[in-house]
């Protein structure tokens, strides 16, 4: 199974565990990143890059990188641009339409996210995204043993 993480589940280990869903949707990340193996990849984009790019806090920036730097790279910026463009006319935000087209160009079976929103809208849109979109949980819940 190959699955791409959007920046949301890459970086919500970081964010403030206080709350039981997020410190949830923590465990649920790093025990699939744990997971990985000849049946469970992971791959990653330009755009996680340059999301990435954008934290503000220098130290999960970097974390962020090492993984990215071990997972498989994705190709093809043209096509991924010109998908990414008629993704927002399904009504997904820019960058997320960036990281689904990401996702569906490297052939990913699930594209995994946090976002209650990118989850809803490509449910709506199902049909028209080449990529099963999934909550973190229902992700962790399908994939691990």
């Not at 079976?109 to 449910?123: E, G, H, I, N």
Request: hydrophobic fraction near 55%; include cysteine; aromatic fraction near 6%.
């Amino acid at each position: 199974m190959v699955l791409y993480l959007d920046m949301c589940c890459i970086k919500r280990p970081f964010d403030d565990q206080s709350q039981p869903r997020i410190r949830l949707e923590s465990e649920a990340v790093l025990t699939m990143l744990a997971a990985e193996s000849a049946a469970l990849r992971f791959v990653r984009s330009a755009a996680l890059f340059l999301d990435n790019e954008q934290n503000p806090l220098p130290f999960r920036a970097a974390r962020v990188r090492r993984w990215l730097g071990a997972a498989e790279p994705v190709a093809d910026a043209a096509a991924i641009a010109s998908r990414a463009d008629g993704l927002t006319n399904l009504g997904l935000k820019p960058f997320d339409a960036l990281h689904v087209a990401s996702a569906e160009a490297a052939a990913a079976d699930l594209f995994v996210t946090c976002d209650d929103r990118l989850v809803a809208v490509s449910r709506k849109a199902a049909s028209l995204i080449h990529v099963r979109v999934l909550g973190v949980l229902e992700a962790a819940a399908e994939v691990l043993p």
